[in-house]
Nanobody, 115 residues
Framework: QVQLVESGGGLVQAGGSLRLSCAASGIIGSANVMAWYRQAPGSQRELVAS???????NYVDSVKGRFTISREDVKNTVVLQMNSLKPEDTAVYYCHVRVGSQIWWGQGTQVTVSS
């Protein structure tokens, strides 16, 4: 059974940093895609950053230069380092893992950035 466990959310002042971590257990081999999504109140869930097994990285424009995604395939973990946080980054952040055609989501972790 695949399980994603997220950690690292919290409350931070604007300009601060947070580090989100997601550990995926029960996956055989390496995930095709490991990513972070976020959903703010009243908004649709959006892709924040993704990392493919081939090494491709992708970021939504609003976080480029501030957020960095990294993964460790041996441990099936993915980390989102978030710097220079802004109030508009406030959302629930979800870990997303895809292996072949199968997709799993984490339970979500709240990130709140105060102005």
């Amino acid at each position: 059974q695949v399980q994603l466990v997220e950690s690292g959310g919290g409350l931070v002042q604007a300009g601060g940093s947070l580090r989100l971590s997601c550990a995926a257990s029960g996956i055989i081999g390496s995930a095709n895609v490991m990513a972070w999504y976020r959903q703010a109140p009243g908004s649709q869930r959006e892709l924040v950053a993704s990392s493919t097994r081939g090494g491709s990285l992708n970021y939504v424009d609003s976080v480029k230069g501030r957020f960095t995604i990294s993964r460790e395939d041996v441990k099936n973990t993915v980390v989102l380092q978030m710097n220079s946080l802004k109030p508009e980054d406030t959302a629930v952040y979800y870990c997303h893992v895809r292996v072949g055609s199968q997709i799993w989501w984490g339970q979500g972790t709240q990130v709140t950035v105060s102005s």
